[in-house]
């Protein structure tokens, strides 16, 4: 198992509460990522595991952005084609990079909740990205997402709070320590 998949399983990457869609976006990322991210840490071996994957993730997730910004007007564009040629079935047809950007949204924020990222950065983040992703202002693509925009921003931030609870015993964990003390 690479340290990358295996520093994120630690921060729960398991418990993450996305889509069929986004899980496959997760594990090809994992996959293309691992020997990156290896390459980062021998560049930086003084630096813990926990800010390399801040900085990776950063890293990865502005290119995504980046990406999406760039493709935004002719994904609009291609799904209103979609929408007047297809019908119902233009559901079909989704935008990997809106997607791949979703993905790594999810990591980022769990990534900085596990940093202890101030809450009100990454809620603004999220909220940010919600808006761009599900674009107020050109209904088309959120059409692929039954969701609107609160509800897409309360989705990063259980990722960002799922990170931030990584150190947290469980409540069975708790309990058997509560039952040895006694």
């Given amino acids: 198992m690479s340290q990358l998949k295996q520093q994120l399983l630690l921060l729960g990457i398991a418990n993450l509460s996305v889509d069929t869609s986004t899980q496959q976006q997760l594990e090809q990322f994992i996959a293309t990522s691992s020997a990156h991210f290896d ?19 950063t890293l990865h997730h502005q290119q995504a952005h980046q990406q ?8 609009i564009k291609m799904q209103a084609v979609f929408d007047n040629t ?12 809106q ?12 990534v900085q909740g596990a940093c202890n990222i101030d809450y009100s ?27 609107d925009v609160e509800s ?6 259980q990722s960002y709070y799922l990170g931030k609870n990584h150190n947290k015993p469980n ?3 708790r309990i058997k320590q509560l039952f040895r003390k006694v």
Avoid at 86 to 97: E, I
């Fill in 99 to 110: 997607h791949y950007l979703i993905a790594l949204t999810h990591l980022w924020l769990m």
């Fill in 171 to 173: 409540f069975r964990t």
């Fill in 68 to 75: 999406w910004l760039h493709q935004r007007t002719t994904a």
């Fill in 152 to 157: 897409l921003r309360c989705q990063f931030m």
């Fill in 121 to 147: 950065y990454s809620n603004e983040q999220a909220e940010t990205l919600s808006r761009i992703i599900i674009n107020d202002e050109h209904d088309q693509l959120s059409s692929q997402f039954s969701t």
């Fill in 86 to 97: 297809l019908g119902d079935h233009a559901n079909s047809f989704t935008n990997q990079d």
């Fill in 39 to 57: 390459r980062v840490r021998l560049q930086r071996p003084d630096s813990s595991l926990l800010d390399l994957l801040l900085g990776f993730m």
